[in-house]
């Protein structure tokens, strides 16, 4: 089974340029979610959609940062336009959904891509 | 203060010791406690996880939960180079697709 798919690996941009990033996720896994790892650091969530509704994007800085996932299955995040501080590693992740009845205990793994790593000059 | 606080290391150890890697947390509504490992220019991947208090061995892998201590562990046995890698404890309040939030990672090297 093919794990979560990203491109591109890596990207280098002069600041206030556009860039984008894309996601292809397990197949079958309705919940996707986007982390920002800075250098050092751990993983944090961007947003997180289930399907094509982003359920949480409270963590997502609006002005510069968007996102979409317009079928419910691979998604987009763009930065229009990108800043120094922009410069870190993307992460893309996804998961089933639990659904009604998921008994106490049981985890929903949730399953990254290898990131993208971003440059901003 | 971070809600979960972890060592970064780097920790160097060699091949054969048993590793101890921990973190500790402050938010109580934490429920599910994971421990993922992260090779250079890698995602994460999940090592195993523990629901609230409690052991969970796998292999030569350990995690042990302290939730009135607010302290979770990760054990490794004979370790191995090929354990060289960040080690990140994450934890979530519920199961299922839900914000993880993550240590800073704890960076492992196993010598010969």
């Known amino acids: 089974e093919a794990g979560v798919v990203q491109s591109p690996r890596y990207k280098i941009i002069e600041k206030k340029q556009p860039v984008a990033f894309w996601c292809n996720p397990i197949?079958?896994?309705?919940?996707l979610y986007w982390y920002l790892q800075n250098l050092g650091q751990g993983p944090e969530l961007l947003i997180r959609?289930?399907?094509?509704?982003?359920?949480?994007d409270s963590q997502l800085p609006k002005d510069r940062f968007s996102a979409e996932r317009l079928k419910g299955v691979d998604s987009t995040l763009k930065i229009q336009p990108a800043e120094l501080g922009d410069s870190a590693v993307y992460l893309c992740a996804s998961s089933s959904g639990g659904g009604l009845g998921q008994g106490a205990g049981s985890y929903n793994e949730q399953f990254f891509g290898p990131g993208t790593r971003l440059t901003v000059l | 203060q971070k809600e979960v606080e972890q060592d970064p290391g780097p920790l160097s150890v060699p091949e054969g010791a048993i590793v101890s890697l921990n973190c500790t947390y402050s938010n109580s509504a934490f429920q599910y406690f994971m421990w993922y490992r992260q090779y250079s220019r890698k995602g994460p991947e999940l090592l195993m996880y523990?629901?609230?208090?409690g052991n969970k061995e796998d292999g030569r892998f350990t995690a042990q939960v302290d939730k009135s201590s607010k302290y979770i562990s990760l054990f490794i046995r004979d370790s191995q180079p090929s354990d060289s890698a960040t080690y990140l404890c994450?934890?979530?309040?519920?199961?299922?697709?839900?914000?993880?939030?993550f240590g800073t990672g704890t960076r492992l090297q196993v010598t010969l």
């Open positions: 523990t629901y609230s208090s």
């Open positions: 197949s079958g896994h309705n919940t």
């Open positions: 959609y289930e399907n094509e509704e982003a359920v949480d």
């Open positions: 994450a934890m979530t309040p519920t199961g299922t697709a839900s914000k993880l939030t």
